[in-house]
Nanobody, 121 residues
């Protein structure tokens, strides 16, 4: 399966962006889709994830309440709605898909190419 992440761009602090992650085929109910981000000079870190079948959602503490992960089954797409963006949120955002939930990269088997989010202060 291929994942296509998009929606990145330049936004002012306090603004919003929505990042879609679309799969090239139907996503099975056992799948977990996650979003990670990587800022320059830093390791890739977990942001949020959703279980495709149950819709259960997980968030990293620094984004909880500001970011929302959701899915549209018919479109094989997971969205990351990012509100109240801060300069610290600036990074390349990646979506990944696997069969188990995890907050580390090795829990996910497939990855999109990444989309750049820049937040100006």
């Amino acid at each position: 399966v291929q994942l296509q992440a998009s929606g990145g761009g330049l936004v002012q602090a306090g603004g919003s962006l929505r990042l879609p992650c679309t799969a090239s085929r139907r996503i099975y109910s056992s799948a977990v889709v996650g979003w990670f981000r990587q800022a320059p000079g830093k390791e890739r870190e977990f942001v949020a994830a959703i279980r495709w079948g149950s819709g259960i959602r997980y968030y990293e503490d620094s984004v909880r309440g500001r970011f929302t992960i959701s899915k549209v089954s018919a479109d094989n797409t997971v969205y990351l709605q990012m509100n109240s963006l801060k300069p610290d949120d600036a990074a390349v955002y990646y979506c990944g898909m696997g069969v188990q939930y995890g907050t580390t990269q090795d829990a996910y088997d497939y990855w999109g190419q990444g989309t750049l989010v820049t937040v100006s202060s």
